[in-house]
């Protein structure tokens, strides 16, 4: 896979994800106290990871950007390396209990710690490890 299909991809289910968690059928009530930890529109996506109107606008922007960002191999590269880093910081703050709701805007604690680490590696392989090559070749 070309850092540039790393893009699109990222970006195609950055965006589906964003916009599932405003699709009411795939959200389910958030569980115990986090009913009052963060945001409007809050609850489980999918019911493993907890979102909010705000979470879903960052996934619709990644996702955006991700798809701009096929456009070109440096372009792709800086999003990759982006996503690499912002999502690694993510899934830190999600182990601190202070930081894990963004001072209660954005939930990143629960499946989100592990998912976030998870897109955070990937990225940083196509950010830092993969090599180049054109898609005709890929």
Known sequence: ????????VYGVVFLLVGVAGFVPGLVTEPMGTEASETAAAHGRLF?????????????????IWGIAAYRSLSGARFYARAVAVVYAIFAIMGLIPVLNTVFGLVPLYSHDIWLHALLAAVAAYFGWGARATSPSTS
């Not at 896979?1 to 699109?8: E, N």
């Not at 705000?54 to 996702?63: D, P, Q």
């Open 1 to 8: 896979m070309t850092i540039r299909y790393f893009a699109l």
């Open 47 to 63: 019911g493993l990871f907890p979102v909010n109107a705000l979470h879903n606008l960052v996934h619709i922007a990644f996702g």
